[in-house]
C-alpha cells in the first residue's frame, strides 16, 4: 500500500462530540438568569458591560423569516453560560411602512409596547455590534447580518456560526438549536409556537406577551452560546 504523505495526514480532522443520553431537560429543570430589558437605563448597563467582552452571543429577532422585508423587534445576547439578555426593541421603520391607516395603526401598537426605541436601540448597539475588539457567535448569522446591515450596523468580526459549524461536523439531519441542543446540551428548548400559537390564531413574537418572548429569545440565545 502507498505510504500517506504528511500534508494528506493533516487533512484527516475527526471532531467527536459525544451526544448525552437520559433524561432530557428543559428551563424549568436548569437554574438560569435571563433578563427582559425594555428601558434606554437598561441598555446603557448592557452596553458598558459588552465592551469589556471578548466574545459575546447575538441574535436579532424579528417579525418574520425573510432578513430583507422582516422588521427588528428585539435582540437577544449572551455573554455566560445559563445567563442572558433580551432587549424588546419597538418603532417605525421606514423602509418597510407606508402612510396607510393599516400601517398607522400598527405604528399606534408598536408605540405602546413595551421596550426601547428602534433608532435608540440602535444608536446604543451599533459601537457594541461593530468593534473589532469584540467576536461574535450566533445561529445562522447571514441573516442577524443581513437584518443589521439594513439598519446601518455593519457586523463585521464574526467568529463562529453554530448552523455552519453543524453542517461541517455532520452534512446530514438537521442543524437548528432545537436539534443541536438535545443532541449534544440534553436540553429541549421553548418551541416558537409554545409562544406564538399556531394556525389561524398565530402571532407574531411583538405580539407576544413580554415575558414569554423574552425568555424563549433569551433561552434560545443562551443555548446557541453553550
Known sequence: TLKKKPEEEQLQIKVDIPEHTGKVLTINDVIHKYEYLTTEDALKMLVKKLFNEPMVTISTETDSEDPMLSNLIGMSIAVDENEAYYIS????????????????????????????????????????????????????????????????????????????????????????????????????PLSLTEITGTGRNQITLDKADLTKAGEYCAEKIDDTLQ
Open 89 to 188: 426593541i419597538h418603532g417605525e421603520e421606514s423602509i418597510s411602512r407606508s402612510d396607510s391607516l393599516f400601517d398607522k395603526e400598527e405604528k399606534q401598537k408598536q408605540e405602546k409596547r413595551e421596550g426601547v426605541d428602534l433608532s435608540t436601540a440602535l444608536k446604543l448597539l451599533k459601537p457594541v455590534l461593530e468593534s473589532a475588539n469584540i467576536q461574535f457567535i450566533g445561529e445562522n448569522l447571514k441573516n442577524d447580518y443581513l437584518v443589521l446591515k439594513r439598519h446601518g450596523v455593519d457586523l463585521s468580526n464574526l467568529y463562529f456560526d453554530t448552523h455552519i459549524g453543524a453542517f461541517i461536523l455532520r452534512p446530514e439531519g438537521i442543524h437548528s438549536i432545537t436539534s443541536l441542543s438535545e443532541k449534544y446540551l440534553n436540553y429541549r
